[in-house]
């Protein structure tokens, strides 16, 4: 995957799930949830009720992206992640 296609797949949320992924090494999906929680302070309640489901999802697309990939000790970059993590322009 080249940098236009990252640049195409990486969005402002999945940005943030990498940098969390990133800071904490490898973290469990409930983890993510309450960095993402304290990250959007401002989110309505209803919106931090969607954040468990909306994460799922997320993850799940890291992971086809090959960004991300879930261990035993929960989900962890990869080197294409962290490449992407580090790129700088993103979709909004």
């Known amino acids: 995957m080249d940098d236009t296609q990252i640049r195409r797949h990486l969005t ?10 990133a800071t904490e090494g490898p973290v469990a999906p409930e983890r993510i949830v309450t960095a993402w929680a304290a990250a959007r302070s401002t989110a309505s ?8 489901r909306m994460a799922a999802e997320t993850l799940w697309r890291l992971e086809n992206l090959e960004w991300v990939a879930a261990g ?6 990869t080197p294409l992640g962290d490449h992407a993590r580090r790129t700088g322009n993103f979709a909004r």
């Open 45 to 52: 309640p209803r919106h931090r009720q969607a954040l468990p």
């Open 12 to 21: 402002s949320v999945r940005r943030l799930i990498l940098d969390i992924i």
């Open 72 to 77: 035993p000790d929960g989900y962890r970059l």
